[in-house]
């Protein structure tokens, strides 16, 4: 069965500092997708970034960056010079191909708290 | 473009009694996903519908059931409430996907959820 693992229940940062989020997923199919989302005070989860199970390029978008390992089976996500907007819990989750459809398995959220 | 609208947004209920929560997706979506996410569960998968039709379904009792209407908007119900459902109940909609290439890797939009307390 599919599972994704947040180790890190809080973290906390004074603004600027890096911040690097750990993932770390099982599953048995060969083709599945990685993704983190945000989850602000307002409750609406916000879609951040997506990887699939063949491209293990590690990429930059603005402050984010991610490694993707597929021999340690990690996604770590990292926020480059936090601001306090960036406070908020993040989760990364799981979806399986052979599930023939939109079906994600979530980890337990790691609470980001940037101080000013 | 509107986002994922979820309604009510809160709601008090009591043992016992049953709840319906409403959400309409995005615009040309026509998948729409259900989860519950909890203190201590976390978020976890409820059901999927695509097309009026259950394509995946996750652990949860036949108390839990859901519906989707020709124009892709979805209700979920709860009956028999217990303490234990006090929960913030998120819908997401997103593209269908066809195939097994393509499963799983769409993007799920959320709403901004609907909040269940359970006295």
């Known amino acids: 069965a599919q599972k994704v693992t947040q180790a890190q229940t809080e973290i906390s940062v004074v603004e600027k500092e890096d911040v690097t989020l750990d993932c770390v997923y099982e599953t048995r199919d060969t083709t599945y997708y990685l993704f983190w989302y945000k989850q602000p005070p307002s409750g609406e989860l916000v879609f951040l970034i997506r990887?699939?199970?063949?491209?293990?390029q590690n990429e930059i978008s603005g402050r984010y960056s991610w490694n993707f390992q597929k021999s340690t089976s990690s996604f770590n996500f990292t926020i480059t010079a936090s601001q306090v907007v960036d406070s908020a819990v993040y989760f990364c989750a799981l979806s399986e191909a052979k599930a023939a459809g939109n079906k994600l398995t979530f980890g337990g959220g790691t609470r980001v708290l940037v101080k000013p | 473009k509107a986002g994922v609208t979820q309604t009510p947004r809160y709601l008090i209920k009591t043992r016992g009694q049953q709840v319906t929560l409403s959400c309409s997706p995005i615009?040309?979506?026509?998948?729409v996903s259900w989860y519950q996410q909890t203190p201590g569960q976390g978020l976890q998968f409820l059901f999927e519908?695509?097309?009026?039709?259950?394509?995946n379904k996750g652990n949860f009792p036949g108390r839990f059931s859901g519906r989707q209407f020709s124009n892709s908007r979805s209700e979920m119900n709860v009956s028999t409430l217990e303490l234990g459902d006090s929960a913030l109940y998120l819908c997401?909609?997103?593209?269908?996907?066809?195939?097994?290439?393509?499963?799983?890797?769409?993007?799920?939009?959320f709403g901004a959820g609907s909040r269940l307390t359970v006295l």
């Open positions: 615009s040309g979506h026509r998948s």
């Open positions: 990887r699939n199970s063949f491209d293990e």
């Open positions: 997401a909609s997103s593209h269908a996907g066809t195939g097994a290439v393509y499963s799983g890797a769409n993007v799920l939009t």
């Open positions: 519908y695509f097309s009026e039709t259950q394509r």
